[in-house]
């Protein structure tokens, strides 16, 4: 190819993405193909195909992280209030590994009383009215189980799939797999509530894919994403000046050098443009209806966090992104449960259940994978740090069996999933892996979780390790 | 398969009354069925079925035929599908009922086994013909036709390749990108306007020689050179996880590193230290500290966690770290099982883990020069300030109560919940040692600082035994300030993160499946089968000390070639060998294999000096091509296999950073020392758990702000945000090779982050302050960040800009030509040109 050849392939590459829509992408691929290139795609998070048609296109995940105590929530344990204060029998606890505690500690009965909510008759804790309203919804599943029982090395195996650092996270195998359809905004954004989590960034990071997957984080307070706003001092028309003189000068070189890395550098700059201007948008809530912001709680001093992020979540999917995570800490309660979950709830129930019925109502739901619940759950037994306060009794951590939920694109609602034994000490029914939680996860995404995989240091990594079976009753 | 199937039904039902006939049923069973992967050719977990001995051995997790007991032979339950363990063969589940039958039958009969009977047809040795694991011999370099463009062999060999091919080189680059490349590559900075116009004006033709010669010498070099050994090392300033504590001392080894680099320290000195440095015979303090590379591990001190699992995850990972940055093998694959292709075996890796078993973490005093007069002077003074504030809070007798009560409690866990957890911050939370090491040590018998390590933890935690009540009673909060600030008034000495050999005999084990509970065979330290083996006196046991003289031995096929590759990937874009961790046998092959051998063998004879290595590629006719594209190449050699010309390279984060503040004249070029917290964005370390624990980021003051990027505090839980968004590692494992993405995030941050801004302004003013004439401050401008001077159009453009900049500042009120100046600058700092070495 000649030089000017070369160049006009560049030029139409711009007039594609400068459409600003996917289907332009994918008709690049296919138009460097008919010249007889390689279809090289140098957008990453272009949309791409998923594997087999797929339910859901989004992912909301509210990952309630510390671990919510089942007990209290999800999965009523009357049996356990006949031995509360008691231990346990040895023969049933020698095997347990637990975190603080020893299997001898003492039985804390379930705190708070359940009912049943829905046309299912779903069973939840009265903590939980507002997710009850949406019970009909939900697929709650009660049999879950992980290998980590802590935070750190838990959080990591929920997002990445191994309890040891350095592999991808979920949002960034969803972004790898299937790109974004939006096209101002990252496909991969988180939203933060509470306090900072065990694993920090390693729950939105991109390992060793490359670092264009990785979540990008919308913060609470100054720019909502980094370095979003101009500099001090600099208006927008001089900003716009900057980048056009950028454009034309970075186009120069481009045709000097040929380096077709140059045209992804400017096409880098624009897209920062249009998130510089899309961004005070996606954040301007004045034009949701009074009802809506009330529903979701944004006004209520309790909910106003997490309420506010579970609003966005809903206008970031709008807006195509793929892959939105809220993180909400900390349901970590080894002291005070009582307390904690009161407050816990009090700031989560309603914007959870609100962000449900507001995508339905938008008809979104059916496209959108919205997914609750933490890293693992919390044991029968109690924790007692502080023997000479009765009310600092907590739960200590506890694996092997706890409690999710899931909702929309894909996830047949009204249904409850698996059981524990009686002392919830373990699955008794329909054991669901986090492996098999994430197959299901990347099923509904269209994508087969086995073929979703990246070479690194020799070997095909993916989300599930060695693991990972779909949960078919999970699914419509 | 199916008709043995049937036949071995028929027999088993025919002879149900009769002894299994080993020869006639059981061996042609083994061979169909076991042999691909437990016979000659492979021993998958190393289990060999074909041979009577072998067999009855068993493989890594012991034996598999347990004569007379089918119910607990692992070979049965693995070919009847038994819940919880793997069913073979692979892929199904278990064997048809009637071949398993029969083993089980044959089994319970005594597993007899004739010593006559044939096992599988020998096959040839199959001596591992791989190319990274043959002998590196000196190759001659080869004839050319173009001798004038061959400067040194290095040319010789790639211009062969070019010209069999039928490609000519690219022209040699221009001088300026020549002088910016080489600066930038050799101590990643950009040549200052005074050095452009020195180099313009040397009409030396060996001009560009004598530039390369002082780079060299430059202290800088040290810096450019260090980051990728770094990225290997997994530096970082904090022990990661979920409370990422600050290591305030992480520095002392980076400080080993630029300071060996400065040096030129051999490459297998450098290694060895690293490696051995503490097993070294009268090892010095310096030796000590490069063992700080072993130390780069990360630290869980996540309440509840088993610390013997984290010790294992860090030998294993120290294990595989060996292996990327110095073997270029990715043994890690084999920490749970074997893979059928790949000659490193599991067995393999927990012979090298073993190595590392007896690694313990120890810090310890490096002073740094100027540090140990003054220290000295004041020891006692502030000892015994020290221990009469331990005295007034009365810390001695409730110290001694604690540690009985503490004790008493790790004796009867599960009694008292309170004193449990405090049991469990002693593990986790002790500062500087191990916790319960030292207190298992009889008060009188502990050093210094293990008594302080104690004391302090002591009064840091105490409240975690006693509740917060007796603990406000204590006023330990208040004595614990004192002491801090104690310390701080007076000097004390610099820390360095190292490791020591425990004591007595180790005995290390495989682990089945990579679990670090579940013992395997016993193992011996020992190098991979495949490669040449290791010096080791009979009889005993390897030291680490062994396996690193091993790694820069001469017979080490690997770590001169993986060596030399690293250094050719940083000056050329692309490793000669592609994957630079990765020397196995399902890797690229390289793409000039003489090449290879040739740097890797002269790399050795050369005394294995980085600087010369490095001055080699630098001077070579290959180094010094165009980096421009070659359209006519862009079908037949996408990715510039052929080196038919030199490629533009996206600076790495460290070094965009430090241009554009060595462009805006801000930059401290200040060598080595501390770790600085450049300016960044409220909220950024509340995304971590530590922040609950006080984790912070007390912004650096002074010319500490504008230090170079290599000296940023990595936060690995929160890591700095430009840093991240320009592809530094995430410092959890060893990284052999940085991605060069290119994000919109990247233009967010280049064009409005306070730092870069203000990199502007600072650039404004130097360009400002050069001359009052507005071409020749643009000129300076562009010396400055592009390191060349602006094409006539270029002029035009900016002019127009700048008069447009002007007009709109106008109108917001604002006449004088700074803001327009440093709008002008930024462009200049935002250009992909700026952000790329040519």
Known sequence: MRPEELFAVHNRRMFLRDCA?????????????????????????????????????????????????????????????????????????????????????????????????????????????????????????RSMYSEAFNHHPGQLFLFTGSMVGGRPTMGAWVNYGLGSEARNLPGFVVLASGVGTSAGSDNWSSGFLPSTYAGTVLRSKGDPILYLSNPEGVSDASQRLRLDMLKELNQEHLERTGDAEIASRIHSYELAYRMQTSGPELLDFSKEPQETLDMYGVKNEKTKAFGTNCLLARRLVERGVRFVMLLHASWDHHSAIVKGLKQQTGATDQPSAALIKDLKRRGLLDETLVVWGGEFGRTPMSEMRRPDDPDSIGRDHHPNGYAMWMAGGGIKGGQVIGQTDELALSVAEDKVHVHDLQATILHCLGMEHTKLTYRHLGRDFRLTDLGGQVVKKMLV | MRLLGLLAFLSGALCAQTEVDFTRQVEPLLRAKCYGCHGPAQQMSGLRLDEKAAALKGGYSGAVILPGKSAESKLILRVTGAAGVMAMPPGTKGLPEAEAELLKKWVDGG??????????????????????????????????????????????????????????????????????????????????????????????????????????????????????????????DSDGYEKDWARPYAWRYRQWVIDALNHDMPFDKFSVEQLAGDLLPKASVEDRVATGFLRMTLTNREGGVDNNQFKFENTVDRTSTLGAAWLGLTIGCAQCHDHKYDPIKQKDFYQLFAFFDKVEEVDIDAPMPGELGPYLAKKDEYRAKREALLKEYRVGEQQAAWEKE?????????????????????????????????????????????????????????????????????????????????????????????????????????????????????????????????????????????????????????????????????????GIVKSLDDFGVRADKPTHPELLDYLAAKFMDDGWSMKKLIRGMVLSSAYRQSSKARPELEERDPDNELIARQTRLRLPAELIRDSALMASGLISLDVGGKSVRPPQP????????????????????????????????????????????????????????????????????????????????????????????????LEEAYLRTLGRKPADTEKRKFETFFAK??????????????????????????LDEFITRE
């Open chain 2, 682 to 777: 409220d909220g950024v370390m509340e995304l971590g758990y530590g922040n609950r624990w006080g984790n912070s980021w007390p912004e650096s003051k002074g010319a500490d702000k504008y230090r170079r990027g290599l000296y940023i505090h990595f936060q690995r839980s929160t890591p700095y945000p430009m840093l991240v968004n320009f592809d530094a590692p995430k410092a959890n494992v060893a990284l052999c090779q940085r991605d060069r993405s290119n994000t919109a995030l990247q233009a967010l941050n280049l064009l409005n982050d306070p730092v870069f801004h203000e990199a502007a302004r600072g650039l404004a003013y130097e360009a400002m302050n050069a001359s009052a004439d507005w071409d020749a401050r």
């Open chain 2, 406 to 574: 503490m004790l008493d409690t790790a004796a009867h866990p599960g009694v008292r919940t309170d004193w449990d957890l405090a049991w469990d911050c002693l593990l986790k939370l002790t500062e500087g040692g191990d916790g319960e090491k030292i207190l298992r040590i009889a008060p009188e018998k502990r050093t210094q600082r293990q008594k302080d390590i104690l004391t302090d933890h002591f009064i840091r935690n105490y409240h975690f035994a006693v509740g917060p009540k007796v603990y406000a009673e204590t006023k330990f909060k208040e004595l614990d300030e004192r002491l801090r600030k104690l310390k701080d008034e007076y000097p004390q000495l610099t820390q360095a993160m190292t490791v020591d050999e425990a004591a007595g005999a180790a005995r290390s084990y495989l682990r089945v499946r990579g679990d670090y509970r579940t013992l395997g065979i016993e193992v011996q330290p020992q190098v991979p089968e495949v490669l040449p083996g290791m010096a080791a006196k009979a009889g005993e046991r390897p030291t680490r000390l062994d396996l690193a003289k091993w790694v820069v031995s001469r017979g080490n096929p690997l770590t001169s070639r993986v060596t030399v590759n690293w250094v050719w990937a940083e000056l050329f874009g692309r």
């Open chain 2, 111 to 236: 597993a007899k086994w004739p010593d006559s009977a044939a096992g599988a047809a020998p096959v040839a040795s199959k001596r591992v013909s791989h190319w990274a694991f043959r002998a590196i011999e000196r190759p001659a370099p080869p004839a050319v036709k173009d001798s004038r463009w061959v400067r040194n062999p290095i040319d010789a060999f790639v211009l062969a390749r070019l010209e069999r091919e039928g490609v000519k080189p690219a022209p040699e680059a221009d001088r300026l990108t020549l002088l910016r490349r080489a600066h930038l590559d050799l101590t990643g900075l950009p040549p200052t306007p005074a050095e452009i116009n020195e180099f313009l004006n040397d009409t030396d033709p060996d001009a560009y020689e004598h530039v390369v010669d002082r780079l060299l010498t430059s202290p800088h070099f040290g810096e450019r050179w260090a980051r990728p050994w770094l990225d290997r090392a997994r530096y970082a």
């Open chain 1, 21 to 141: 829509s996917g289907i332009g992408m994918m008709a690049l691929g296919n138009l460097l193909a008919g010249e007889g290139r390689t279809a090289e795609i140098d957008d990453p998070l272009a949309p791409k195909k998923p594997q087999f048609p797929a339910k859901a296109k989004n992912v909301i995940f509210l990952f309630m992280e510390g671990a919510p105590s089942q007990m209290e929530l999800f999965d009523p344990k009357p049996e356990l209030s006949k031995w509360n204060g008691k231990a346990l029998p040895a023969d049933l606890t020698k095997d347990l590994k637990l975190a603080f505690i020893k299997p001898t500690a003492k039985v804390l009965g379930p705190q708070f009383p359940f009912r049943k909510y829905g046309q299912c008759g779903m069973e939840l804790s009265e903590l939980l009215p507002h997710t009850g309203s949406v019970a009909d919804d939900i697929c709650l599943v």
């Open chain 2, 805 to 830: 900049q002007k007009q709109l500042l106008a109108k917001e009120g604002n006449h004088s030509d700074d803001a327009a100046w440093t709008e002008l600058s930024s462009v200049l700092l935002n």
